[in-house]
């Protein structure tokens, strides 16, 4: 299974940003689905999760009420959408896929993910 991230780019303060991730060998109609970024120097941080089963997600405090993970209906790409960047947004953003059901406390950590995109930078300025 290999994923793909896009959409990254460089925007200002307060504008949006739609990352794309799809998968090939496998759909996203099963699976724990999310976001993490990266700032170099720094830990790999949590930014979104969906679940495939139960439909939770789930989003890292700095994210939360202006980030949305979502899935289309055909379950072939996934989506972070991303309102009101703010410089501190600025990070590699990546995509992971987990095959297995997982617990909700866990689903924020990158160790419990099988399957990473590359990564598509996002540059917010002020």
């Known amino acids: ?10 925007v200002q303060a307060g504008d949006s ?4 991730c799809t998968a090939s060998g496998r759909s996203f109609s099963s699976g724990i689905m ?3 970024r990266q ?3 720094k830990e ?3 930014v979104a999760s969906l679940d495939s089963w139960t439909k939770r997600t ?4 700095s994210v939360k ?6 899935r289309d209906n055909a379950k072939t790409t996934m989506y972070l959408q991303m309102n009101r960047l703010k410089p501190e947004d600025t990070a590699v953003y990546y995509c992971a896929l987990r095959d297995g059901r ?3 406390s866990a689903q924020d950590r990158a160790g419990s993910f099988d399957y990473w995109g590359q990564g598509t930078q996002v540059t917010v300025s002020s």
């Not at 789930?58 to 405090?61: L, Q, R, T």
């Open 39 to 41: 700032v170099p120097g």
């Open 44 to 46: 790999r941080e949590f």
């Open 65 to 70: 009420g202006r980030f949305i993970i979502s």
């Open 1 to 10: 299974v290999q994923l793909q991230a896009s959409g990254g780019g460089m």
């Open 17 to 20: 940003l739609r990352l794309s």
């Open 34 to 36: 999310g976001w993490f």
């Open 102 to 104: 997982i617990i909700a």
């Open 58 to 61: 789930g989003y890292g405090d």
